[in-house]
């Protein structure tokens, strides 16, 4: 396995001692919203931030668990742990959400990402940043941008451990379903951070044979403040995953050894320079790859059937930037190079004979971009516009503006506003597949308009209420017809559209050493133009809902200490019900259904037995239960959700630091 000998030489880092200044932190302020930080009170879009120190603590390992109590958020996965993952935002379809790692963008052409492959490790924050944002980043931030920022390390160096044993509420004549481990290290001075991460995740998951997951993962980054007006900062990522895949498309398990499996790469490098007193220059270079497939060879001689595929997809970009500072404004000017590259290979086998697929794409688009942020007392304001140059779709504007303000007798009252435009991109199969599917080289990109309201009130420091709106467009849409117009007519078209519509409701308060939130949701999706399909079973149903976008979620968390040495936390959370489709895996007939809606309630703790003293290091407990009455429910038709699962743990930190 290529994580470990790279991630132990990069954990070996030697230890940086230094101030204790913080020059490397984000608090207070928001960087996915605009080229520069802004402060939380000038942000004029619904922007959650979960912060990664509270969701370690709370026990939560996946990227995927943490967002799945975020308001206008859904999470969708295809039975046990390491199954796809995909998430709905604000009604929007699952590769309508671009996925940043310290700015480097990780979908795939076309959008799609898949949530199983991230994890908490490292994390410093999460931004969730709703509605759309093209006019910044260009394709797949249709309905929102998901950002996972990492750890750059400050203090003292810090040296953590985490072992983890699993139980699951499945029956298996085995104490044990799984096992988890991380290592970490931080540290640094007031010119330089960093920090490394490394962990193994393995458990059999929840059916009765071949349902294993195994992920290893690996981040590292590293800020570099050579002088006063220069930084530089750098990311690597490294993740391994294999899920053992027993199921059909119906969710029957029929299947012994088939497996899908992922290898991802990401890397970032981030150049910034003052070169006056006003202007700022960034240069940022990225670079993300995937290399992932299906190996489902024959389960026996009497077995003729099998498939196995092979994909590598690469994104490269390199972008420039200049920000200048006019009093309280912040002009943003800049251009985009990047490349986007994707080699498949598949091979099946059946009684008729063995068939052979292989197929390269590849597309470049030049971006360039504008964009001004000001606040004028009470008022904020922001407004973008960037222009895409794709060499297979031609060119296109997107644009976005938003108002901010505090109400001038009630100081903890924010009202804000925005609008905007955004694109998603086809997948290069839309594009270009052949055989038996043709792909369509004329696609345009899929579209959405998107508009939100909302008001937030500050109860002094210890609540905050939070109220938003919103209202979207989707059009364009991308459609299959297994019937085109003529024949030898491509089988994609851009026909479909939809809309949805919402609120979302956030509440937190911490008080006497209880701290607490809850989110609502509320979320009305209509198909406004179905395209080529018809019929009740049909995917898009003219005036029906979207598949799997539930009508109200809800949860409410909350966590306190317990005399000096300990902690619980606890988190419920409804996802309402939902519309599916079941799968005739016989006739491949397909069934409209109502998936019910289902409640989980998780609940855990941690008591340090062992307080740092000199080189001691503080060693904790973990106990905490996932799914805690054992709820039996779907969140894909066909495909079980895991059920009651224990997790006992051990921790070990060392050193000071952060």
């Known amino acids: 396995m290529r994580i470990l000998p790279i991630a132990a030489a990069l954990l070996a880092f030697p230890w940086a001692a230094g101030a204790q200044e913080d020059v490397f932190s984000l608090d207070g302020f928001v960087v996915t919203v605009s080229p520069t930080p802004r402060a939380l009170r000038s942000v004029t879009s619904h922007v959650t931030i979960l912060e990664g120190q509270e969701l370690r603590a709370n026990g939560i390992t996946s990227l995927a668990d943490a967002l799945r109590d975020v308001a206008g958020l859904d999470i969708v996965r295809n039975g046990s742990f390491g199954a796809t993952t995909s998430l709905f935002l604000r009604g929007g379809e699952s590769d309508h959400t671009l996925v940043l790692v310290d700015g480097v963008q990780v979908n795939r052409a076309g959008g799609g990402f898949d949530f199983a492959s991230l994890t908490t490790d490292n994390i410093e924050r999460v931004e969730v940043v709703r509605g759309p944002a ?129 290898d991802e790469t990401l890397a970032s490098l981030r150049l910034s320079r003052h070169v006056s007193g006003r202007v700022e220059v960034q240069v940022i270079l990225s670079a993300s ?250 995917e898009l149903v003219d005036g029906e809902r979207l598949l799997r976008r539930p009508t109200h979620t809800f949860s409410i968390r909350g966590a306190r200490g317990v005399a000096g040495r300990g902690r619980i936390h606890t988190a419920l959370s409804y996802v309402g019900t939902r519309a599916d489709r079941s799968f005739d895996p016989a006739t491949f007939a397909a069934t409209r259904q109502e998936l019910p809606g289902h409640l989980r309630w998780t609940l855990g703790g941690e008591w340090k037995v062992l307080s740092r003293s000199g080189r001691s290091p503080d060693v904790s407990l973990m106990l905490r239960a996932d799914n805690l009455l054992d709820e039996r429910y779907q969140e894909a038709w066909g495909f079980a959700a895991p059920g009651r699962q224990v997790y006992l743990g051990v921790s070990m930190a060392l050193g000071g630091g952060v």
């Open 289 to 538: 790859e995937l290399d992932g497939g299906t190996d489902d060879a024959p389960d026996d001689p009497s077995d003729t059937d099998g498939f196995n595929s092979l994909d590598h997809f690469r994104r490269t970009g390199g972008e420039v930037r200049a920000n200048v500072t006019l009093g309280a404004a912040v002009l943003t000017v800049g251009g985009e190079l990047e490349a986007e590259r994707q080699r498949s290979f598949s091979e099946s086998s059946s009684s008729f004979g063995t068939s052979h697929g292989r197929s390269e794409s590849e597309r470049s688009n030049r971006a360039a971009l504008v964009h001004a942020t000001t606040e004028r007392g009470v008022l904020a304001l922001n407004a973008g516009a960037r222009i895409e140059d794709n060499e297979r779709f031609g060119g296109g504007i997107t644009w976005q503006g938003g108002v901010s303000a505090h109400l001038p007798d009630r100081p903890g009252t924010l009202v804000r506003a925005s609008i905007g435009t955004a694109i998603k991109e086809p997948s290069f199969f839309e594009n270009f597949a052949t055989g038996f599917v043709i792909g369509n080289p004329d696609l345009d990109p899929e579209r959405s308009r998107s508009w939100e309201v909302g008001v937030e009130h500050a109860l002094s420091e210890l609540a905050t209420l939070q109220v938003t709106y919103f209202d979207q467009k989707l059009e364009d849409l991308i459609q299959y017809t297994s019937a085109p117009p003529s024949a030898g007519d491509p089988n994609y078209y851009n026909v479909a559209g939809a809309a949805s519509r919402g609120v979302e409701f956030d509440a937190s308060l911490r008080w006497a050493g209880l701290e607490t939130g809850a989110a609502f949701t509320w979320l009305h999706t209509e198909v406004t133009n179905a395209g080529f399909d018809s019929g009740a079973s049909a």
């Open 134 to 262: 093209s006019a910044l980043y260009g394709s797949d931030a249709m309905a929102g941008v998901v950002h996972v920022v990492t750890r750059t390390g400050r203090g003292l160096p810090r040296v953590s451990a985490t072992v983890e044993a699993a139980s699951f509420a499945e029956p298996r004549d085995v104490a044990v379903d799984g096992t988890r481990w991380s290592a970490d290290v931080t540290g640094g001075s007031d010119r330089f951070g960093y920090s490394a991460s490394l962990s193994r995740e393995s458990n059999e998951g929840i059916l009765e044979f071949n349902n294993r997951f195994q992920r290893s993962a690996f981040t590292g980054r590293a800020g570099f403040v050579p002088d006063d007006l220069t930084r530089l900062d750098l990311t690597v990522g490294l993740t391994d995953r294999r899920f053992h895949r027993p199921t059909d498309g119906s969710g029957q398990v029929v299947d012994r050894n088939a497996f899908d499996f992922g």
